[in-house]
């Protein structure tokens, strides 16, 4: 519709609300980008989630293994 009301505007030659109707198309691709990063993040997160949710109860048990060893303290080497 935006593009129709450019080409009704532009018959009439240049004017102000042509300008900004080129303005407002010229601007649409800007949201549409923004939109797909907004709804991929999201995407990104829920998997994230998903994926904490899924290996959380394998990782927990490493993790203070490794905690555990790093705790202890060490004996140092003899020379």
Do not use: C, H
């Amino acid at each position: 519709m935006l593009f129709v009301l450019q080409f009704a505007f532009g018959v009439f030659g240049p004017n102000p609300l042509s300008d900004l109707l080129a303005g407002i198309i010229a601007f649409l691709p800007k949201i549409i980008v923004a939109i797909i990063i907004i709804i991929a993040a999201a995407v990104a997160a829920g998997m994230k989630t998903l994926i904490q949710g899924a290996l959380g109860g394998l990782i927990k048990p490493i993790q203070a293994r490794w905690e555990s060893y790093l705790a202890k303290p060490r004996k140092k080497p003899r020379r």
